[in-house]
């Protein structure tokens, strides 16, 4: 198993920048990848940033513009999401994911989910 943690969601401003970090603990050499997901209440959950661990590729979805940077520290098995210029449609909850293949956006490629971390954009 693999436990996730998630931490600095917090409540911004429209513009601000906001760091979120994952880490992860337990059977970590089983994960060759992991993912960044938000969900907004009443809407599916999409797919915001990946990164490979083998070499630490990075893959976003559209909508990130190069307004988000993941990124890894695989001496704390900890991976980070850096977002800057916010927008008030980026709030939503945040979940770490860690799986078997590495930089997916799939859902399914993830067999480890944190909690999730609350991120809020005021105008």
């Known amino acids: 198993q693999v436990q996730l943690v998630e931490s600095g969601g917090g409540s911004v401003q429209a513009g601000d ?3 979120l970090s994952c880490a992860a603990s337990g059977r970590t050499f089983s994960v060759h990848g992991t993912g960044w997901f938000r969900q907004v209440p009443g809407k ?4 915001v940033a ?3 661990w083998s070499d630490g590729t990075a893959y976003y979805a559209d909508f990130v513009q190069g307004r988000f940077a993941i ?3 695989n001496a704390k098995n ?3 999401l850096q977002m800057w210029s916010l927008k008030p ?3 939503a909850v945040y ?3 860690a799986g078997g293949v590495g930089g997916s956006s799939w859902e399914k ?3 480890y989910w944190g909690q999730g971390t609350q991120v809020t954009v005021a105008s």
């Not at 599916?44 to 797919?47: G, T, V």
């Open 78 to 80: 900890a991976v980070g």
């Open 71 to 73: 990124s890894r520290d």
């Open 44 to 47: 599916e959950r999409e797919f």
């Open 17 to 19: 920048s906001l760091r």
């Open 95 to 97: 979940y770490c994911a």
């Open 89 to 91: 449609e980026d709030t």
């Open 50 to 52: 990946a990164i490979r």
């Open 109 to 111: 490629d993830y067999d």
